[in-house]
């Protein structure tokens, strides 16, 4: 994803306590999943101008209502009749043969299309080789796994491998697997460790691994908690309306790379990154964030950066689209030895609180109407 140098490329998710999907929106050729950890934690394989230009406004107020978010290969809309669950089911997935299924997949597959009832799928220790989607047409399914340590989810694809229609398969169909690691530079061997296009999607304790584009936030509102994303390039990257809250981000750069590249591409969209009580580690050279989009959002608050942030610490992505003009990146009360950093160009702004305040709550993604209070 993007103009930066290619580096190793090996993606594992690592699937912890509880994933929990209280709408899941997902087409059927992306891997997706959400997550509700209790205890344990969890894993999924898989230049400025001369003087500033104004701060773009803040986000429209958050409200209830639905809306529509998308990219160039899929959009998600957010109209739909909403019910409660009827009933419970649980499904035990074990690869030494004590559970209900031997895969993950296979517990997929045994869940009814339009799903009415709470489906937790518990999944033991081991790891499972294999691809697993979930489709748009079975919402409130929950995984389970025994920590990020003991339950693997992988597979192998890569960017440049070609799918059953003979046509490559792209960055965003390569979820979920882990990919042999390429020398710099060679093209097509991207691999994302996990990919999600559903709404209403919360991950707490996953442990998502990889390189260049290990997590696909793609669309729709999700919520990540106390979670370890570990990459290179564009390690987080889509058009999703996300919260990131303490999780740790760490960056394996060797040369050159980037944590987050945002793809909003107009005004009106309500898209972006949030990232609150973080902390970035890793390897440097690292920018923390790419206008991937026009009017790409990314703001980090209350976050710790360790001395890896590239000089200037943003990236406008091609330099010729005056991106500096439309993109919303801000910083509020960030710390540590590389934060100075990230104020290192005149269109990331230190904000004031009433200007980060949107960026700070749930409500960034409608949160108290599908997340509980006491997970957030």
């Known amino acids: 994803m993007g103009s930066l140098p290619s580096v190793s490329t090996t993606a594992l998710v690592f699937l912890s306590c509880f994933t929990t999907c209280y709408l899941l929106l997902v087409p059927c050729n992306a891997t997706s999943g959400a997550y509700n950890s209790s205890s344990t934690s969890s894993s999924w394989l898989n230049s400025p101008s001369s003087s500033p230009p104004p701060l773009p406004p803040p986000p429209p107020p958050l409200s209830s209502s639905n809306s529509s978010t998308g990219n160039a290969t899929t959009t998600v809309r957010h109209h739909h009749n909403w019910f409660d669950p009827k009933g419970s089911r649980l499904i035990t997935v074990d690869a030494s043969g004590c559970g209900d299924f031997l895969s993950v997949q296979a517990a997929v597959d045994s869940v009814p299309v339009n799903n009415r009832e709470k489906v ?19 919402p409130f399914i929950t995984f389970q796994g025994a920590g990020r340590d003991l339950t693997v ?41 996990f990919r999600i296009s559903g709404d209403n ?79 970035v580690t890793g390897s440097g050279p690292l920018y923390v964030g790419r206008a991937m989009g026009q009017y790409s959002r990314i703001v980090f608050s209350y976050t710790y950066f360790d001395d890896v942030v590239a000089r200037g610490g943003w990236d406008d992505w091609d330099h010729n689209s005056n991106k500096n003009k439309t993109v919303f990146f801000g910083v509020y009360k960030c710390w540590g030895p590389g934060a100075e950093a990230v104020r290192g160009v005149s269109w990331a702004r230190e904000l004031d609180f009433d200007t980060a305040h949107p960026f700070l709550a749930k409500s960034f993604v409608n949160g108290r109407h599908w997340i509980a209070p006491s997970d957030a």
């Open 120 to 138: 937790l799928i518990q999944i033991n220790a081991g790891t499972y080789i294999e691809k697993v989607v979930v489709p748009v047409s079975k």
């Open 153 to 193: 989810i992988e597979w192998h694809d890569r960017a440049g491998d070609k799918g059953p229609d003979g046509q490559q398969l792209r960055t965003y169909n390569t979820a979920s697997n882990t990919a042999p690691a390429p020398m710099p530079g060679m093209e097509g061997w991207q691999a994302a460790a």
């Open 201 to 279: 999607a919360y991950f707490s304790g996953c442990g998502f691994y990889g390189a260049q584009d290990t997590l696909c936030d793609d669309a729709g509102r999700h919520y990540f908690k106390e979670c370890y994303i570990e990459g290179s390039i564009d390690f987080i990257f889509g058009n999703g309306r996300s919260m990131y809250k303490d999780c740790e981000l760490h960056s394996i750069a060797t040369r050159f790379g980037s944590i987050a590249a945002q793809d909003r591409k107009s005004v009106d969209e309500r898209t972006g990154f949030s990232f609150v009580g973080c902390r």
